[in-house]
C-alpha cells in the first residue's frame, strides 16, 4: 500500500501568518491528492481535490500544489477559524495522512 | 439540501455484532460511489470499506475483511456497515461519506467531498 507522510505534525501560527504543510507520497500518485480540514468534534471537511482544484465554497486563502510524491496545502493569511487538524488522502485505496494539527500563537 | 446521517453506533461487548446505517438525502444517490471511514479516539482517519453505485464494486481495508461488510439499497438511499466479530480495537466514530465527481464529466474527484456527522462504535467488556 502507499504510505502518506505528513509535515509537521504540530504547527503553531500567527493570525495572518502565511502556513504551509507538505505531504509525501511513498510512491507516485500523479496529481491524486486531496487535503481536508477537522476541528474537534466534527467531519472532516474537503479543502482541495486533485492536488490543487479548490472545493467550491471554501475560501481562497487555501491553495494545494505539487505532484507525483510531493505535495503541499499553504494556508496565505492564517485565520483564527482555520485551527484544527488537516489531512491529506491518495486516491489508490483512499490512504490518508497522520495528521497536521495547527494551532493560532 | 446534501445530507448524510449515519445511525447504530452503540457499546457492544468484543465478539458483538452492529449494523450501521447512513441515510442519503439532497442527491441522486444510486450514482455515487460511497465509503465508511472510520476515527479511533483521538487517532486519524481510516477508510474501512468502499462500495460503488451498483453495489457490485466492493472494498474493505484488510483489517476489517471477513468481519465487516459493506451494503446498500439504492431503493431506500441508504448506506449500510454490517460489524461482526467486534474487537477493542474497532472503537471509533464512524463516518459514511460521498466520493465527489466532477460535474461536467462525472468522472472521479478522488475526494470525498460530503460526510456524515459520524455515529460512535464502543466495543468494550
Known amino acids: 500500500d502507499i504510505q502518506m507522510t505528513q509535515s509537521p505534525t504540530t504547527l503553531s501560527a500567527s493570525v495572518g501568518d502565511r502556513v504551509t504543510i507538505t505531504c509525501r507520497a511513498s510512491?507516485?500518485?500523479?496529481?491524486?491528492l486531496a487535503w481536508y480540514q477537522q476541528k474537534p468534534g466534527k467531519a472532516p471537511k474537503l479543502l482541495i481535490y486533485?492536488?490543487?482544484s479548490l472545493e467550491s465554497g471554501v475560501p481562497s486563502r487555501f491553495s494545494g500544489s505539487g505532484s507525483g510524491t510531493e505535495f503541499t496545502l499553504t494556508i496565505s493569511s492564517l485565520q483564527p477559524d482555520d485551527l484544527g487538524t488537516y489531512y491529506c488522502?491518495?486516491?489508490?485505496?483512499?490512504?490518508f495522512g497522520q495528521g497536521t494539527k495547527v494551532e493560532i500563537k | 439540501e446534501v445530507q448524510l446521517v449515519e445511525a447504530g453506533g452503540d457499546l457492544v461487548q468484543p465478539g458483538g455484532s452492529l449494523r450501521l446505517s447512513c441515510a442519503a438525502s439532497?442527491?441522486?444517490?444510486?450514482?455515487?460511489?460511497m465509503s465508511w471511514v472510520r476515527q479511533a479516539p483521538g487517532k486519524g482517519l481510516e477508510r474501512v470499506a468502499n462500495?460503488?453505485?451498483?453495489?457490485?464494486?466492493?472494498y474493505h481495508v484488510d483489517s476489517v475483511k471477513g468481519r465487516f461488510s459493506i451494503s446498500r439499497d439504492n431503493a431506500k438511499n441508504s448506506l449500510y456497515l454490517q460489524m461482526n466479530s467486534l474487537r477493542v480495537e474497532d472503537t471509533a466514530v464512524y463516518y459514511c461519506?460521498?466520493?465527489?465527481?466532477?460535474?461536467?464529466?462525472?468522472?472521479?474527484?478522488?475526494?470525498?467531498?460530503?460526510w456524515g456527522r459520524g455515529t460512535m462504535v464502543t466495543v468494550s467488556s
Open positions: 462500495m460503488g453505485p451498483g453495489g457490485r464494486q466492493i
Open positions: 488522502q491518495q486516491y489508490n485505496h483512499w490512504t
Open positions: 461519506a460521498r466520493e465527489g465527481v466532477e460535474i461536467t464529466s462525472g468522472t472521479t474527484r478522488g475526494a470525498l467531498d460530503i
Open positions: 486533485k492536488a490543487s
Open positions: 510512491q507516485s500518485i500523479s496529481n491524486w
Open positions: 439532497g442527491f441522486t444517490f444510486s450514482t455515487y460511489w
